[in-house]
């Protein structure tokens, strides 16, 4: 994560291209034949920022009250993952701006979010997965390693159109001048974009056909 700080910082302070691979391994105090056992390119070493944020809020789903609903536990996750002060400062945020607008500048570290994005997709699958689980899905020991290695088609769905809620509200919001709180902040425009999801069927058994 040290390399992935420093990377940030560069970035920030001096733009993405006036910075190299062996910029960001002097400021990490590593040589860059280290760096690039770790990462192929400078692009690369911002993931696992990206992936910090994209997991800390579906590990927040995860820990959410067991009673909430799948939409409660989203908004649950929002509230205590993109309010500024909860688990991420203010100043964080408009790093986060900053490399959002990085990402659209670049197409090297644009794909290095839209991968951090996939893999986030895939975990809030599984923790929706075990949300929504009856009891008979543990009847017996499940030959697998993970208790849901084919979840239901709709939980992919219902992941996907979950992620994309925040992940467009986020990008709204760097891609504005507006403060990360407020009603034009990243949290305030993800419960929105949840809000007009109303009516949507968020488990397995509530899908057509289920």
Same mark, same amino acid.
């Given at each position: 994560?040290?390399?992935?700080?420093?990377?940030? =910082?560069?970035?920030?302070?001096?733009?993405? *291209?006036?910075?190299?691979?062996?910029?960001?391994?002097?400021?990490?105090?590593?040589?860059?034949?280290?760096?690039? /056992?770790?990462?192929?390119?400078?692009?690369?070493?911002?993931?696992?920022?990206? $992936?910090?944020?994209?997991?800390?809020? %579906?590990?927040?789903?995860?820990?959410?009250?067991?009673?909430?609903?799948?939409?409660?536990?989203?908004?649950?996750?929002?509230?205590?993952?993109?309010?500024? =002060?909860? @688990?991420?400062?203010?100043?964080?945020?408009?790093?986060? *701006? !900053?490399?959002?607008?990085? %990402?659209?500048?670049?197409?090297?570290?644009?794909?290095?979010?839209?991968?951090?994005?996939?893999?986030?997709?895939?975990?809030? !699958?599984?923790?929706?997965?075990?949300?929504?689980?009856?009891? $008979?899905?543990?009847?017996?020991?499940?030959?697998?390693?993970?208790?849901?290695?084919?979840?239901?088609?709709?939980? /992919?769905?219902?992941? $996907?159109?979950?992620?994309?809620?925040? *992940?467009? %509200?986020?990008?709204?919001?760097?891609? @504005?001048?507006?403060?990360?709180?407020?009603?034009?902040?990243?949290?305030?425009?993800?419960?929105?974009?949840?809000?007009?999801?109303? @009516?949507?069927?968020?488990? $397995?058994?509530?899908?057509? =056909?289920?």
């Amino acid at each position: 994560m040290e390399i992935a700080r420093a990377a940030a =910082g560069l970035f920030v302070r001096r733009g993405l *291209r006036a910075t190299r691979a062996e910029d960001i391994a002097q400021a990490a105090g590593i040589a860059p034949r280290t760096f690039y /056992r770790y990462f192929a390119t400078k692009e690369e070493a911002v993931a696992p920022l990206y $992936a910090a944020g994209a997991r800390r809020w %579906a590990e927040a789903v995860r820990s959410a009250p067991a009673a909430l609903s799948v939409p409660e536990a989203l908004e649950h996750a929002v509230h205590h993952t993109l309010t500024p =002060g909860e @688990g991420v400062s203010a100043a964080s945020w408009e790093w986060v *701006r !900053t490399l959002m607008h990085l %990402a659209d500048t670049s197409p090297a570290l644009r794909r290095v979010w839209a991968e951090v994005c996939r893999s986030s997709e895939d975990l809030l !699958t599984s923790i929706l997965a075990e949300r929504t689980a009856t009891p $008979a899905d543990n009847v017996a020991p499940h030959p697998h390693p993970h208790p849901h290695p084919h979840p239901h088609p709709h939980l /992919r769905f219902t992941s $996907a159109v979950a992620s994309a809620a925040v *992940r467009v %509200a986020v990008e709204s919001w760097a891609a @504005g001048t507006s403060p990360a709180s407020g009603a034009q902040g990243p949290a305030a425009l993800a419960l929105r974009n949840l809000g007009a999801l109303r @009516g949507f069927a968020w488990g $397995a058994g509530e899908a057509a =056909g289920a």
